[in-house]
């Protein structure tokens, strides 16, 4: 639990050195350093670390912490990631200093898995845009506020596994805590407390020597969040420039912000997902995908309208961009900060500031604009972004979705989908194969796995048809049937009743693409 107890303000202040008002450090050790000189301990630190998977990280920071402070343990770490094996927040792992994670995603590291299900690492699983929303709140002295997102699921509910006992068993040590639900207009909010830090580290393509910075592409993400939640923020930069170089309309965020500038000394910058597509590729080129899973791909292609603000999520949704019907421009939006979101990069061209939300390199198109992840999730739950598309394990009669957790096999965290399916009015479609590999329903009464959300699918594209949520009934409605299939075969492959379309069922892939 963080609490705001004490006004950031007192903790900021000017750190001149003979009246230049510079806040450069030597090096990051010595920025390092002069934090914990101020808050006055070396051990037990809540530590705020931008950057979205590997992009926008600090890299010298990290490294110093574990090479040169091995003193500095019993880390919390609020970081929307936690590294890869053996990089960025990794290392940290790797040395032990950290010893509770508050996160979102933790993809394919690894050592936290192990970590985590061996009882050393106590984690906190917190859906994308709240820990964005907790750091901003941090950072603006707004002690809580409340949310639509998660509101259903274990994460409202309370007893999720933070940390299990370390003697094998299997068994949690600490489970998480029921949150406050509190009904507005009929929908209910979840209240979040917000997250204030003792130390932030953070990452930004140039400052000045103020501590004004300016960051790069999709390199933004979770950093301004960040900066603003600690009680000492150090900048690790790839440019220091001079006072006065750089014009107040171009600094994404106010030196008020930042105590400590260092220029990288580590700046690999590497890549998660390398994505590239050939050199001599047409920008309009067609993905070639068929069977069923192309006829999911053209048939969720159709729920694009003119002019429409969307997110798609990896693999299926990502591909129905390629099949936009004649006429239809539309705005994709990712939840790492970026609207107007364009094609692969093209062999040799990629680069480490533009990524996706799955971590893959990507390029802008013409009038694209970045932002921060609260600023990001901000459209999302106001409903700015009309339409998401993702993928779903599991999907109830009543529109309930499951597709972020398999419990004692799957841990990677709900990612920003808790938030994106929580939004109240923005249209909820979930694309995927009508049943498992082993052949066990995936479409039932009640999802067995956790919820990403409660009641918020409106509409479900598989392989065999499409069935539209009637949340008044709680019951599912075939509306559009694939070739060649019955309904008797519709309903084998379906673990509850559904209602069906009056008169003929239009078929799903009635038209040439």
């Not at 996160?103 to 859906?127: I, Q, R």
């Not at 996706?356 to 932002?371: D, E, R, Y």
């Not at 995927?432 to 329903?441: C, D, I, Q, W, Y």
Request: aromatic share 6%; net charge negative; glycine share 12%.
């Amino acid at each position: 639990m963080y609490a705001l107890r004490q006004c950031l303000g007192a903790q900021r202040r000017f750190l001149s050195s003979g009246g230049s008002m510079s806040k450069v450090a030597s090096s990051p050790a010595a920025a390092l350093e002069e934090s914990l000189a101020v808050i006055g301990r070396r051990s037990g630190l809540t530590m705020c670390v931008g950057g979205f998977g590997l992009c926008g990280i600090p890299e010298s920071l990290i490294s110093s912490i574990a090479t040169e402070f091995p003193d500095v343990d019993d880390i919390t770490a609020v970081s929307n990631n936690a590294g890869v094996d053996g990089f960025g927040l990794g290392v940290l792992l790797d040395t032990k200093q950290v010893s509770r994670m508050v996160s979102s995603y933790v993809g394919e590291n690894k050592t936290f898995e192990k970590m985590y299900l061996g009882g050393e690492l106590a984690v906190e699983l917190t859906p994308q845009g709240t820990l964005a929303e907790r750091l901003r709140a941090g950072g603006a002295g707004i002690p809580a506020f409340f949310t639509p997102t998660a509101a259903g699921t274990v994460i409202a509910e309370g007893g999720f596994p933070i940390k299990y006992k370390s003697d094998g068993s299997n068994e949690v040590e600490i489970a998480s805590e029921p949150r406050e639900v509190r009904s507005f207009n009929g929908i209910d909010y979840v209240m979040e407390e917000a997250i204030v830090g003792d130390i932030s580290l953070v990452k930004a393509w140039k400052a000045d020597t103020r501590g004004n910075l300016v960051f790069r592409g999709t390199a933004r993400n979770f950093n301004p969040d960040a900066a603003r939640a600690g009680k000492f923020c150090i900048a690790e930069v790839e440019e220091i420039v001079e006072a006065g170089e750089l014009h107040p309309d171009e600094i994404h965020l106010p030196g008020i912000f930042v105590n400590k500038v260092v220029k990288a000394t580590h700046n690999e910058k590497r890549i998660e997902q390398l994505t590239e597509i050939p050199a001599d590729a047409s920008a309009s080129a067609k993905p070639a995908i068929s069977g069923g899973r192309g006829r999911i791909v053209r048939r969720a292609a159709k729920e694009f309208k003119d002019g429409m603000y969307v997110n798609l999520g990896i693999g299926i949704p990502t591909m129905a961009s390629n099949y936009l019907p004649e006429g239809v421009k539309i705005e994709l939006q990712s939840e790492n900060g970026l609207m107007g979101m364009g094609p692969f990069p093209k062999q040799g061209e990629a680069d480490p500031d533009w990524i996706n939300a799955g971590k893959q390199t990507v390029t802008p198109v013409l009038g694209a604009s970045t932002f921060s992840s609260s600023d990001s999730f901000g459209m999302i739950r106001s409903c700015k972004v009309g339409l998401t598309i993702l993928g779903g394990m599991e999907v109830s009669s009543s529109g309930d979705l499951a597709n972020w957790i398999i419990p004692g096999k799957m841990v990677k965290g709900m990612g920003g989908a808790m938030d994106l399916v929580g939004a109240p009015g923005a249209k909820v479609v979930v694309t995927m194969e009508h049943v498992a590999k082993n052949g066990s329903h995936k479409i039932l009464d009640a999802c067995n796995l956790p919820l990403t959300g409660k009641g918020v699918v409106d509409l479900v594209i598989t392989d065999m048809c499409v069935f539209e949520v009637d949340k008044e009934s709680s019951r599912l409605k075939l509306i559009e049937i694939a070739k060649g299939l019955t309904v008797d075969d519709i309903k084998s492959n379906t673990g509850c009743s559904f209602d069906v379309v009056e008169g003929e069922i239009p078929l799903m892939d009635d038209e040439e693409w």
